[in-house]
């Protein structure tokens, strides 16, 4: 038992979870819990009237913030399983407020959380930059945007499934990557991330 557990830890490492890890995992989950909330109402509401009229995927342009999670935690974290957790966590709150979506945002929490989580894994959870943070953004977007057209845009055109998968990749690429990058190198300007790697900015760029 003792071999196998340290053949998992070389061979993913920052695996251990400390109990500071949990705590701000957990902030972060909540409070993009009532974020997605909030963000639901957007999209249904002001987003679906300006751009229905002349063209609906151009409402995925605000997409990126429901990434966010799945880049911004292994960011700031930098352990296995930071992504899936606060994605999944903000699901499930964001559920339990209320939305038009139901239960069904829990299946979109743990695809996304884990389709962000493969941007570290590719790098076996050493790399903690724009480069995996990018890579995140661009598969966890790929996912909620096939995940939308399967379940509620199937009947659109070719050039608008297009579009849309393109504008959400976009959106989450500069909201959920690069904003993620530059939230971390924020936070740890202002000290409250020194006990956390992520403190040391110089290796996010």
Do not use: C, H
């Amino acid at each position: 038992m003792f071999n196998l557990r340290e053949r998992l830890r070389r061979l993913i490492p920052n695996s251990r979870w400390r109990t500071v890890d949990i705590v701000v995992a957990s902030v972060l989950a909540a409070a993009f819990g009532v974020i997605f909330w909030a963000w639901g109402l957007l999209w249904n509401g002001p987003a679906a009237a300006v751009f229905s009229g002349f063209f609906p995927p151009a409402s995925a342009a605000i997409y990126g913030v429901w990434l966010m999670p799945a880049v911004l935690a292994p960011l700031i974290i930098r352990k296995a399983g930071a992504g899936l957790y606060a994605e999944l966590v903000a699901a499930i709150i964001s559920a339990l407020l209320g939305t038009t979506w139901g239960i069904s945002v829990l299946w979109y929490g743990l695809a996304e959380g884990l389709a962000g989580e493969l941007g570290f894994t590719a790098f076996g959870y050493r790399r903690w930059g724009m480069p995996q943070a990018l890579l995140a953004s661009v598969l966890s977007g790929l996912t909620a945007a096939g995940l939308d057209l399967y379940y509620y845009y199937a009947d659109w055109s070719t050039d608008w499934k297009v579009s849309y998968v393109a504008i959400v990749v976009a959106s989450t690429m500069v909201i959920a990557g690069l904003g993620s990058v530059l939230l971390t190198k924020a936070l740890a300007g202002t000290g409250v991330l020194d006990r956390f790697p992520s403190g040391r900015v110089r290796d996010l760029v």
